[in-house]
């Protein structure tokens, strides 16, 4: 096991990395910017560096000072987190030629998955079923009618090295597709530095539901049931829920199982996410995400595992500590991001919290790096904490979720808390009978 691990984050997720290094009886060490010298990770921390000025780039993006203060407090492994270096294939290939352990995955796998193109093609290869389209990159535009009327009207134009919703355009027509292709191309360009362009069959009405999969790095691989995201604005998740509204336990079962054993064949290690659209009782994978991701904690709350331990266990060589068959799904699990954002038009208020409190009560959990007095920087994003409700069934949950909604309060700043009190009130959500377009569509309506 680790002696101590350096926490390359900040905010709620370096506190949640903190506290699973602490129940295994870790040293922990963590980086800071000057931006963030009051931060909760730098007071709960074993140690700390400062790493540089605010901006990102200079500081929790700066892989040169990260690897220097891994060495100048010995530290044996890296915890990215989520965003910043968590998919960083060059940052996982430094940390091994340093022999500081990496805890993620291998930079070959974060690269491949980086690659859209040839996550997709790697997916297909492994028995994941993808939205049909064309088999890998298009350049010229008779390639591209010929594939678009092979699928079938409406497609979509994606850049290999976007993912998360940059660098898309949808073609209604065909009169579409020949401005599509170019803009995408030269966007990707600009964008990634590389034009690749590949299509796909557009689904109109899909949800999106991802599935959480751990390898052992030594060709054992589990699922963890899934999560629905379909709640989103501007391709930012805003609710995510486990398990889906949509799926029965057959459906769970079948897409976890292909997604295990595709684990288990990459010879993937540590956690990832398989990403789908799920329409008409069908799954068409998207992407792979390579880390730990945000919303991990509904997972956790159905699962009971603490998937951070599994991290750590898996990359000091430990192996997974569960069996498929000794994961089993209790109840449902809702989470909410609080943002520091105004309700309805999403733009950001960093400022002065000045009163913090969270709910409590069973099946409650507030993950947050901030408290009464803090000042939230401008540099960062706005998550400033995440409520997850687990609830014996989704109505319980969505009524537990309403009375911790009740009792959350943040003053100083505005926050998306009102948004969730509406939200827990309406009766699509409460059906769970909504798409990946259904947020947008309300918000728009609410203007
Ligand atoms: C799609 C799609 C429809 N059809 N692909 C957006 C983010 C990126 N991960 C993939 N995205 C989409 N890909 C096909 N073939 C619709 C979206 C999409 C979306 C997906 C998930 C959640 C929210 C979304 C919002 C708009 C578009």
Sequence with gaps: MFQKILIANRGEIALRVLRACKELGIQTVVVHSTADADAMHVRLADESVCIGPPPSRDSYLNIHQIVAACEITGADAVHPGYGFLSENAKFADILAAHNITFIGPSGDHIRIMGDKIEAKRTAKRLGIPVVPGSDGAVTDQKEARRIAAEIGYPVIIKASAGGGGRGMKVALTEADLEIGLQTASTEAGAAFGDDAVYIEKYLEKPRHIEVQVFGDGAGRGVHFGERDCS???????????????????????????????????????????????????????????????????VTEAITGIDLVHEQIRVASGGGLSVRQEDIKFNGHAIECRINAEDP????????????????????????????????????????????????????ECMMRLRRALDEFVVDGIKTTLPLFRDLVGNADIANGDYDIHWLEKYLAKEE
Aim: aromatic content about 10%; proline content about 7%.
């Design 344 to 395: 309805r038009t999403f733009t950001p208020s960093p400022g002065t919290i000045t009163h913090f409190h969270t709910p409590g009560g069973l099946g409650i959990r507030v993950d947050s790096g901030v408290y009464s007095g803090y000042k939230i920087p401008p540099y960062y994003d706005s998550l400033i904490g995440k409520l997850i409700v687990h609830g014996r069934n989704r109505v």
């Design 231 to 297: 709640l989103q604005r501007r391709h930012q998740k805003v609710w995510e829920e486990a398990p889906s509204p949509a799926l029965n336990a057959e459906e769970r079962a079948r897409i976890g199982n292909i997604c295990a054993k595709a684990i288990a064949d990459l010879g993937y290690s540590g956690a990832g996410t398989i990403e789908f659209l799920y329409e008409n009782g069908e799954f068409y994978f998207i992407e792979m995400n390579t880390r730990l991701q945000v919303e991990h904690p």
